[in-house]
């Protein structure tokens, strides 16, 4: 049985991404912003309870839309970009309703209902799970467990297992710094991630939430209920989390690449 599917389909991805990093490092570095005053005029309470209550008035639609600006969207135009924010930018703890409406936009985007035809598809190729046989019906099937397979996973990492461990399930961009090192900072974000009260911990919902994942999915995988392919597709998942770190931390850079060569092209 094959179930690397979601990490051999996200390949070329990070190659294309790899590439055009390599291509960003080329061009010169932006011109620095203009220096702020030394001192801030000063807030009076009343003006700062008010924008205390304009946070804590925030629904949680506005609160993923500020966490997501500037990122550009899907990334790829396929990859669902509902849990970038920058880390350059002000921490604000998420509400659990703004976490559940993270799991829920990643998990009913129209792309992710592509990526499961894809997968449905090399499922099929390969006859993975024989079980479900081949033909529409087969098709059918497989298209229905691999939806299942990504809805259950962001259920679990980004809404669930971060409200019930008080964990950020964001992404935060490092932007700056040598292609190593941001490199270093998706993957990190694997394994640790930031609590609600801003600290760091071992990124629970993350590696458990995976795992509890691919447990469920033995549920409708009869045919390979054992260890190992529960251990493959829990690797699979976290793996393809990975490479998801690694194209949204890049991202803004290749759409910004794209668009000056657009630009230039256009021009007289």
């Given at each position: 049985m094959r179930i690397y599917k979601r990490a051999i389909a996200s390949l070329p991805f990070l190659a294309l991404?790899?590439?055009?990093?390599?291509l960003r490092?080329?061009?010169?570095?932006?011109?620095?912003?203009?220096?702020?005053?030394?001192?801030?005029?000063?807030?009076?309470?009343?003006?700062?309870k008010d924008e205390t209550k304009k946070d804590d008035d925030k629904s949680a639609g506005e609160i993923v839309k500020e966490s997501t600006q500037g990122t550009g969207g899907a990334v790829?135009?396929?990859?669902?970009?509902?849990?970038?924010?920058?880390?350059?930018?002000e921490f604000k703890p998420l509400p659990a309703k703004a976490k559940w409406l993270i799991g829920f936009k990643d998990?009913?985007?129209?792309?992710?209902?592509?990526v499961s035809g894809l997968f449905a598809g090399l499922g099929q190729l390969d006859g993975n799970h024989p079980q479900f046989g081949q033909g529409v019906e087969g098709y059918?099937?497989?298209?229905?467990?691999?939806?299942?397979?990504?809805?259950?996973?962001?259920?679990?990492?980004?809404?669930?297992?971060?409200?019930?461990?008080?964990?950020?399930?964001r992404y935060f961009r490092q932007q700056t710094g040598s292609v190593r090192s941001r490199l270093g900072s998706a993957v990190a974000q694997i394994f640790v991630t930031r609590t609600d009260s801003g600290g760091r911990q071992f990124n629970f919902s993350e590696i458990v939430g995976n795992g509890v994942a691919a447990g469920i999915s033995d549920l409708y995988y009869k045919d390979s209920r054992n260890f190992s392919s529960t251990g493959e597709?829990?690797?699979?998942?976290?793996?393809?989390?990975?490479f998801s770190n690694v194209l949204k931390e890049f991202w803004p850079d290749i759409k910004r690449?794209?668009?000056?060569k657009h630009d230039t092209a256009v021009q007289p």
């Open positions: 991404c790899l590439c055009a990093v390599s490092a080329q061009e010169t570095a932006p011109a620095a912003a203009p220096a702020q005053p030394a001192v801030a005029p000063a807030q009076s309470s009343e003006q700062k790829l135009g396929v990859l669902p970009n509902f849990r970038s924010t920058n880390s350059g930018d998990s009913f985007y129209y792309t992710v209902y592509l059918a099937k497989r298209y229905v467990t691999s939806y299942a397979d990504q809805a259950i996973g962001n259920i679990m990492t980004e809404s669930l297992f971060p409200v019930m461990l008080h964990e950020d399930p597709q829990w690797f699979t998942a976290v793996a393809t989390d990975t690449r794209m668009t000056k």
